[in-house]
T-cell receptor, first 115, second 111 residues
Framework: AQSVTQPDIHITVSEGASLELRCNYSYGATPYLFWYVQSPGQGLQLLLKYFSGDTLVQGIKGFEAEFKRSQSSFNLRKPSVHWSDAAEYFCAVEILTGGGNKLTFGTGTQLKVEL | DGGITQSPKYLFRKEGQNVTLSCEQNLNHDAMYWYRQDPGQGLRLIYYSQIVNDFQKGDIAEGYSVSREKKESFPLTVTSAQKNPTAFYLC??????????FGPGTRLTVL
């Protein structure tokens, strides 16, 4: 069965520092990959997605992610973190089933930004 | 503005009662989903529907029921059979193989 692993439960960075959030997936074929962000008590907002093509994808709010097939990874990066980036981040993989497409989410990484 | 609405934002239920969470979308999306979110566990799929009058169980469907009588609406009923219903519930919709758009969520608390 497919799975998504986000090994870092909590990460703390200083404002202005660079950020990398890790995501590894287990899936037999090339998956569709997503990063979402969630502020406390809110729904999820899509940051970026990878379907095919260029393995470095750009998203909103200055985020980017790189798909590495050999490492089954899709890590999220940002060169300079802002205090407003503090939130929880979820990596997800989409699979196609007989009943349609489904998302499997990682357990999330909580980002704290120190001023 | 197009989007997904969930109501109510907060819901309190006594043990043994059924409760229905509302999810409405005006994005003209075919597919709709219900997720449950618990701290440290990410999002887990409860039910999903690709077309009207059809839906499939997700990973944790026990104790829940849904209906899809209209394209715009996908209500979730949390029944008394759900042993631990206190959680944050998120509804989403999508155009088949594309990103899912999420509603603001409903926080259910069992008293």
């Amino acid at each position: 069965a497919q799975s998504v692993t986000q090994p870092d439960i909590h990460i703390t960075v200083s404002e202005g520092a660079s950020l990398e959030l890790r995501c590894n997936y287990s899936y037999g074929a090339t998956p569709y990959l997503f990063w979402y962000v969630q502020s406390p008590g809110q729904g999820l907002q899509l940051l970026l997605k990878y379907f095919s093509g260029d393995t470095l994808v750009q998203g909103i709010k200055g985020f980017e992610a790189e798909f590495k097939r050999s490492q089954s990874s899709f890590n999220l990066r940002k060169p300079s973190v802002h205090w407003s980036d503090a939130a929880e981040y979820f990596c997800a993989v989409e699979i196609l089933t007989g009943g349609g497409n489904k998302l499997t989410f990682g357990t999330g990484t909580q980002l704290k930004v120190e001023l | 503005d197009g989007g997904i609405t969930q109501s109510p934002k907060y819901l309190f239920r006594k043990e043994g009662q059924n409760v229905t969470l509302s999810c409405e979308q005006n994005l003209n999306h075919d597919a709709m989903y219900w997720y449950r979110q618990d701290p440290g566990q990410g999002l887990r799929l409860i039910y999903y529907s690709q077309i009207v009058n059809d839906f499939q169980k997700g990973d944790i469907a026990e104790g829940y029921s849904v209906s899809r009588e209209k394209k715009e609406s996908f209500p979730l009923t949390v029944t008394s059979a759900q042993k631990n219903p206190t959680a944050f519930y998120l509804c989403a919709s999508s155009i088949m193989t594309n990103e899912q758009f999420f509603g603001p969520g409903t926080r259910l608390t069992v008293l």
